[in-house]
Every structure is written in C-alpha cells, then in structure tokens.
C-alpha cells in the first residue's frame, strides 16, 4: 500500500511541477507583452511629442521668415535673412525626425552600438546587489 500512495504521490509532485512551469511561463509571457505595451506607448508619446514640437517651430519660422523677408524688401540689407539659416536646420531636422526617416536611421545606429560597442551601456558603477537595495531602502525609512 506504501508503494501505490508514494507513486501517487510522485505522480502529483511531478503534475503539480509541470502547471507551476506552465504557470510561471504563462505569467513572464504576459509580463514580456505589458512591458512591451507599455514601451510602444512610451514611444508613440515621444513620437507625438516630437510631431507637436515640429509644429511650433515650423510656425515659428514661417512668422520669422515673413518677418525677414519683409525687413529684406523693405531695407533691402542681406543681413535680415540671416536668421533663417539656422532656423531652416532647426525646422529641417525636427521634420525629419517627426515625419521623416531619422527614427529608422537612429534605430539602425543604436544596433550597430549593441552590437560592437556594448561598453558604452556599462553602469558607472555596475548593477546594484540586493544587499544595496536594502542598504538603501533602510537609509530611506532612516531620513523620515
């Protein structure tokens, strides 16, 4: 009878080993995908943010550039266009980066550096220990 309850026994074990795997991968699966979620919202926030950003600044230079080449009709002094020059880099680069092709081009660059220059990523002190944590979190309760 101690045979046939210890193989049932082991039997249980060995399910309940196997739904607790299959648990724990169902749960870091779900994790993955939020963290992920949460990312691609994170970037459609910054990619908005950027989009308004360009919005300004072009409006800014059509009011700048009217202004100037007002100011260049009437005095007609070359030196009221010089504003334009580095407002059309500024206007110029945000659109590239809210409508053009500099995300994909940025995307490719940050590879190449996980690729072959992983020690510009390294921590200037390396990864916080547990035993850090702690230490901090103490010191913390300590101050209030």
């Not at 193989?7 to 749960?27: G, H, I, P, Y």
């Not at 690729?115 to 990523?121: A, P, V």
């Amino acid at each position: 009878m101690g045979g046939i309850f210890g193989k049932a026994m082991d039997e249980n074990f060995k399910k309940n080993q196997e739904f607790m795997l299959t648990s724990q991968r169902a749960q870091l699966e779900r994790q993955m995908a939020m963290q992920n979620s949460l990312r691609e919202q994170q970037m459609a926030i910054q990619i908005a943010r950027g989009r308004d950003l360009f919005h300004w600044w072009a409006a800014f230079f059509a009011v700048a550039a009217t202004g100037s080449l007002a100011g260049f009709r009437k005095t007609k002094k070359p030196v009221t266009l010089v504003p334009l020059l580095p407002l059309t880099f500024i206007v110029g680069y945000l659109g590239d980066m809210a409508y053009g092709s500099k995300l994909e081009r940025i995307k490719v660059e940050a590879g190449r550096i996980l690729e072959s220059e992983m020690q510009l990523l390294d921590l200037p002190r390396s990864l916080p220990t547990i035993e850090d944590l702690d230490r901090q979190r103490d010191e913390l309760w300590k101050r209030h």
